[in-house]
């Protein structure tokens, strides 16, 4: 089974530009989540989709952050216009069942770096 | 809200215990998670406390407390692969499926 996967593994742009991440969850996990970690701290929740719907986007910072996920598949995340706060590292995790003990399956994540 | 303190290193040698404690302040969750991650790696799931007491997997234990506001992992045996960051999460009972993750806690193995 192939673990989730995301792209690109790094991504150094400057300020004010615009950066797509790509998300691919695991076959068949209707549920993914995008969380972030900034200056290596705690691991933040940004939103969640169910299938091609938005369940909880209440992590989201602002409106400069957009996330869809067409056709309930892959999922994107897009910066705009990048910030030097936005520099971090950015996970996606899918999950097959929705339950308490269902654990999150995560990507190696994307580092972002804005200069 | 929801508040999850751990400390944010532990060093050990190999073969040693260590215990990595995760104290919360939340308002209501369903059960607490541990997550290990290597250096570029990817979060990966350790274990679940549903209920207080003890889970055991091989050589790691995971402890839930509710009445204490805590919960600890175990590790036994360490191996200097263990060296990594461990992280405490708790999905709130809010209706949504969201997990909180604490502050996180890198543990350094030596020989």
């Known amino acids: 089974e192939a673990g989730v996967t995301q792209f690109p593994s790094h991504s150094v742009i400057e300020k004010g530009q615009t950066v797509t991440l790509r998300c691919d969850p695991i076959?068949?996990?209707?549920?993914l989540y995008w969380y972030r970690r900034v200056m290596g701290k705690e691991i933040k929740f940004l939103l969640h989709f169910v299938k091609e719907s938005k369940q909880d986007e209440s992590g989201m910072p602002n409106n400069r952050f957009l996330a869809e996920r067409t056709g309930g598949t892959y999922s994107t995340l897009k910066v705009q216009p990048a910030e030097l706060e936005d520099s971090g590292v950015y996970f996606c995790a899918s999950s097959q069942a929705v339950g308490n003990a269902s654990p999150l399956h995560f990507g190696n994540g994307t580092r972002l770096t804005v200069t | 809200g929801q508040s999850l303190e751990q400390p944010s290193e532990v060093t050990a040698v190999e073969g040693a215990i260590v215990q990595i404690n995760c104290t919360y302040q939340t308002s209501g969750f369903y059960g607490l998670s541990w997550y290990q991650q290597h250096d570029g790696g990817a979060p990966t799931f350790l274990s679940y406390n549903a209920l207080d007491g003890l889970e055991e997997t091989g050589r790691f234990s995971s402890f839930l407390s509710r009445s204490d506001s805590y919960g600890y992992l175990l590790l036994q045996e360490l191996q200097m692969k263990d060296s990594a960051s461990y992280f405490c999460?708790?999905?709130?009972?809010?209706?949504?499926?969201?997990?909180?993750f604490g502050t996180g806690t890198r543990l350094l193995v030596s020989p």
């Open positions: 076959s068949g996990h209707d549920n």
């Open positions: 999460a708790v999905r709130p009972n809010t209706g949504f499926q969201k997990l909180v």
